[in-house]
């Protein structure tokens, strides 16, 4: 496709459910990021792959989240046991340059914990 | 720690108006600096960037201007129109910064009336 689509667009789970959210990156994109916006705020790194290895997850909140990327292209962030606090749009962005520059973003998850 | 401020909050301005967006860092390791438009519903949308080798870059309407030792970085929006209205974020990024994340700023929502 011409840009990041990520699925579902919207995204309602129960408290303590498991989520898989999908991204798929522009094609050719080696560098690929998840990010999670909240209401009113900017969007907050989760994690950053380089090829199919996660280079950086520094910003993954604790252990009942995680992401992969098996075949270096398509993405799944993975949360496990949702708390009502996990509600929030979760981001992808792909970039051609390998680092932080020119990310290109999807139009998001909203994912809503009831 | 925020390490990216931007004011302010909110702003408008009538048809024509030069919009004007600040935004402040810390981390001196940073060495990228984007800014992001966003509809509701949608994704970030790179804007424009620019790196701390120039002051000031100009890309249609959009100019941002850069000052180095005041550690600040400004978004103007020539001739703003309707279609304008959007949240518009900074960000920062820094190959030096031990980290591959863009840090964005809190975001402005501009309201630009006919």
């Known amino acids: 496709g011409a840009g990041v689509s990520q699925t579902p667009s919207n995204k309602v789970t129960e408290k303590g459910k498991y989520v898989e959210l999908r991204c798929d990156p522009i094609?050719?994109?080696?560098?690929l990021y998840w990010y999670r916006q909240s209401l009113g705020q900017g969007p907050e790194f989760l994690i950053y792959?380089?090829?199919?290895?996660?280079?950086?997850d520094s910003g993954l909140p604790n252990d009942r989240f995680f992401a992969v990327r098996p075949e270096g292209s398509v993405s799944t962030l993975k949360i496990q046991r949702t708390e009502r606090g996990d509600s929030a749009v979760y981001l992808c962005a792909s970039s051609p340059a390998g680092d932080g520059t020119e990310a290109f973003f999807g139009q998001g998850t909203r994912l809503t914990v009831v | 720690q925020q390490q990216v401020k931007q004011s302010p909050q909110s702003l408008i301005v009538q048809k024509g108006g030069i919009p004007i967006i600040n935004c402040a860092y810390e981390?001196?390791?940073?060495?990228?600096f984007p800014w992001y438009q966003q509809f509701p519903g949608k994704g970030p949308a790179l804007l424009i960037a620019?790196?701390?080798?120039?002051s000031e870059k100009k890309e249609g309407r959009f100019t941002i201007s850069f000052n180095k030792s005041a550690k600040q970085f400004s978004l103007h929006i020539m001739d703003s129109q309707p279609g304008d209205s959007a949240t518009y974020f900074c960000a920062a990024w820094g190959s030096g910064a031990g980290s591959y994340q863009l840090t964005f700023g809190k975001g402005t929502k501009l309201s630009v009336i006919p």
């Open positions: 620019i790196r701390p080798d120039v």
């Open positions: 981390n001196t390791a940073f060495d990228y």
């Open positions: 792959f380089q090829g199919t290895g996660a280079a950086d």
């Open positions: 094609s050719g994109h080696t560098a």
